[in-house]
């Protein structure tokens, strides 16, 4: 049971390694563990942060995950922050257009930074924090895939 459940939480992740190789960071779609590792010297676990506990359960052989909270989808590290499209919110009565609408950021330390809630599903995301932009692969409710730019002066404080 706890070992089943335990493997497809960690099997199921989204990871990053930082522009300067400093970091990796890993963070779990069910649930929302953030995991930052320094990779300096060696790979040392810094920290592990537990914003929301994955809630899986096994039901006759199958996983009932109908009151898991969704995490993480995709992570971007830079030297200062790592941002992530994140989520957040129950899983069962959501459409999946409404997953992973929001963009987070955290330091180093597992803090939250800022957090901005979008109308469509952030699928990837990268960015550019000499030009403070946040590139995004959005799903559009209609199915639509598409392109776009942020300006992070509307997420950081």
Known sequence: GDDSIRHIVYATISGAMSINK??????TVYGSILEIFNVSDGINLSSVHYFVEPT?????????????IL?????????????ASYDGENYGDVPVTKF???????????RPIGKLRLNNTVEKIC????????????????GEVKLAEIDMNNIMP
């Open 22 to 27: 400093k970091y990796i960071v890993t963070g």
């Open 127 to 142: 960015v550019d924090e000499d030009n403070k932009k946040i590139y995004c692969v959005l799903t559009l409710k209609n």
């Open 100 to 110: 992973f609408n929001n963009i987070a950021v955290f330091d180093y330390k597992g």
């Open 71 to 83: 995490g993480f989808n995709d992570l971007f590290a830079t030297p200062k922050y790592i941002y």
């Open 56 to 68: 899986l359960i096994l039901r006759n052989g199958n996983f009932d995950n109908d009151d898991t």
